[in-house]
């Protein structure tokens, strides 16, 4: 098994490619940065891809993998603390305002809370009418936060917005990972603090595609190696 980095003029292109070349080094796992196809397709099913959510649909691609979409897992809605559902942009403004929206489809246009309907024209503009689009109601969050998780297990919790003072409770979140059995062998769920205290989930995130919002490396390599085994049908090297 070896690590491929995504990399540009022989350094890791980003930080989150950064921590995994490091994490994965001190396992033991030799990291290849890579910046054309050339070295890319050399890769075997086992090595783990590091890189853009683009360029991970890419090399899934190229095994016939199809990643599915886990934002909002249904064992989850209890901790939402909100109404979520899906719409089609065509149909957007039937629905009330202010309203977040993002698409199903990930990365093709940020999240974005619509206050008035010219909003959509600067980020949703050129997509057509028949994109998917999750809605919910606004939650104004004080403080996000989130949650790695290692075959079930916490591995780190890392502070990413907002006010750094205003805590998630633990006991919120333990409770929700134990009501999600069935979770991927790598992933995070993200967590908000609002202001009236409480801890929100806000979204799931699949773990061959995740930012390490400082998390240790060597724990950052584990976590994105358990998922790439596991949508690969591999033996994941790390597993201990």
């Given at each position: 098994m070896r690590a491929y980095i995504h990399g540009f003029q022989g350094k890791a292109y980003n930080s989150d490619c950064q921590a995994a070349y490091d994490g994965f080094?001190?396992?033991?796992?030799?990291?290849?940065?890579?910046?054309?196809?050339?070295?890319?397709?050399?890769?075997?099913?086992?090595?783990?891809?590091?890189?853009?959510?683009?360029?991970?649909?890419?090399?899934?691609?190229?095994?016939?993998?199809?990643?599915?979409?886990?934002?909002?897992?249904?064992?989850?809605?209890?901790?939402?603390?909100?109404?979520?559902?899906?719409?089609?942009?065509?149909?957007?403004?039937?629905e009330g305002l202010p309203i977040f929206i993002k698409p199903v489809e990930e990365k093709i246009a940020p999240g974005i809370v619509v206050e008035k309907?010219?909003?959509?024209?600067?980020?949703?503009?050129?997509?057509?009418?028949?994109?998917?689009?999750?809605?919910?109601?606004?939650?104004?969050?004080?403080?996000?936060?989130?949650?790695?998780?290692?075959?079930?297990?916490?591995?780190?919790?890392?502070?990413?917005?907002?006010?750094?003072?205003?805590?998630?409770?633990?006991?919120?979140i333990d409770t929700a990972v134990r009501a999600y059995p069935n979770m991927p062998a790598g992933c995070a769920l993200d967590f908000g603090v609002t202001a009236d205290g409480r801890t929100l989930l806000i979204e799931m995130n699949d773990g061959y595609s995740l930012g390490f919002y400082g998390l240790e490396p060597a724990l950052y390599a584990r976590v994105l190696a358990a998922r790439w085994a596991e949508l690969n049908g591999t033996e994941d090297a790390l597993k201990y």
């Open positions: 080094k001190a396992l033991g796992i030799e990291p290849v940065l890579f910046t054309t196809n050339e070295k890319f397709d050399t890769r075997k099913p086992e090595d783990v891809v590091v890189g853009s959510t683009i360029m991970i649909w890419h090399a899934l691609n190229q095994r016939g993998i199809q990643a599915e979409h886990y934002d909002y897992p249904e064992e989850l809605s209890a901790f939402r603390g909100r109404r979520i559902w899906q719409t089609r942009l065509g149909d957007i403004r039937h309907w010219e909003d959509l024209e600067a980020e949703y503009g050129l997509l057509g009418p028949e994109t998917l689009l999750y809605c919910s109601e606004p939650v104004e969050f004080v403080s996000e936060w989130r949650c790695f998780l290692l075959y079930g297990k916490i591995v780190g919790i890392q502070f990413y917005y907002g006010d750094r003072d205003a805590v998630y409770d633990r006991e919120t």
